[in-house]
């Protein structure tokens, strides 16, 4: 049988809590269609007290965490969401809500020492797959976003940093994945961030390209000579916490 296919379920909430977008995969992951649901209170399809999740995200610029949705049919679906609010150049501001829905297991872990290399290296680093849909992060990545390596998996780095230079850094995968050559992008993903990232694609030992991986350079000292933020230890992100939750 054909394993099912890697999705992400998308979804967009407008100030006032209304649903102005329905991707389609969050129709395949909770039933509905987007006429169904579009024009409507986002707060609906919660299978938890609604004031509980606006408490949770009142004053947060992102959220991630386990959600309680209502499916369709009436089953209560515990998913994991990663949520972020959006300001437009007019000052609209609105929220993206993303969830990856993941088919296959998480990727083998390799010998000890090439886990070592990859988890403490003082660089941020990423694998992503051919679909550009994150497998692995290391520690100094999660750090500055953040975010643990289980809230990214699946996600594609738009969801995980909406924005200009994310999308920069999908089009250089991308263009890495199908050349086989390493490409550079430029833009910062965050203020944890250097302002250059390397695309390098990873291939087996047949020469195939499986995988590309994300390094970023570490940001330059801050002018008065400090060290920059990188600097710290890399220590793991808060763990998600539930909707609704202190």
Request: charged share 25%; hydrophobic share 35%.
């Amino acid at each position: 049988m054909e394993r099912p296919a890697t999705y992400t379920a998308t979804a967009t909430i407008d100030e006032r809590g209304i649903l102005t977008g329905w991707s389609d995969g969050a129709r395949r992951l909770l039933g509905y269609d987007s006429p169904a649901v579009v024009g409507r209170p986002a707060a609906a399809l919660l299978a938890t007290d609604p004031a509980g999740a606006r408490r949770t995200l009142a004053g947060r610029s992102r959220w991630h965490g386990t959600l309680p949705l209502r499916h369709q049919d009436g089953r209560r679906l515990e998913l994991d969401v990663l949520a972020h609010r959006r300001t437009s150049p007019a000052g609209r501001t609105d929220w993206l809500v993303v969830s990856a829905v993941t088919a296959r297991p998480q990727p083998p872990r390799g010998d000890p020492l090439e886990e070592w290399t990859f988890l403490q290296s003082p660089f941020p680093l990423a694998v992503f797959d051919p679909d550009l849909r994150l497998l692995r992060a290391n520690r100094r990545l999660e750090h500055a976003l953040a975010l643990p390596e289980a809230a990214m998996r699946g996600l594609r780095l738009s969801h995980i940093v909406p924005g200009a230079a994310s999308e920069e850094a999908e089009r250089s995968m991308r263009a890495a994945l199908e050349s086989g050559r390493p490409q550079e992008a430029h833009g910062r993903l965050g203020p944890d961030f250097g302002r250059t990232a390397v695309l390098t694609p990873l291939k087996d030992a047949d020469g195939r390209v499986r995988a590309v991986c994300l390094s970023v350079s570490r940001p330059a000292p801050d002018a008065a000579g400090g060290p920059s933020p990188a600097d710290g230890p890399a220590g793991r992100p808060p763990s998600r916490r539930p909707a609704g939750g202190p």
